[in-house]
């Protein structure tokens, strides 16, 4: 399974999101120096979750960096996140 799959499902199940965009970014910082060179180093996901619903943008972030616990440990080198309730805007 890549590891845009494993991010996906975990965040499907742990969540059950009503908007999930998993992005692939890692193109974006081949060369630099501390980027592993996998092309699956750095993601951003847009998260719209009724679990999100009266928590803090710590508190939704804290939540996606625990269902990707294993994957933040090793493959991710950088993970931008973008959590939101039902109803609030979605900026990206």
Request: glycine letters at 8%; aromatic letters at 4%.
């Amino acid at each position: 399974m890549s590891t845009t799959s494993d991010i996906r499902e975990k965040l499907m199940v742990g969540l059950e999101p009503t908007r999930l965009d998993v992005i692939n970014e890692s193109e974006q910082h081949a060369g630099h120096r501390s980027s592993p060179g996998t092309g699956n180093s750095h993601f951003r996901v847009i998260v719209v979750s009724k679990l999100f619903e009266g928590t803090t943008r710590i508190q939704r972030h804290r939540m996606i960096n625990e269902l990707l616990a294993t994957e933040l440990a090793g493959k991710i080198h950088a993970l931008a996140v973008h959590a939101y309730a039902p109803g609030e805007p979605v900026n990206t």
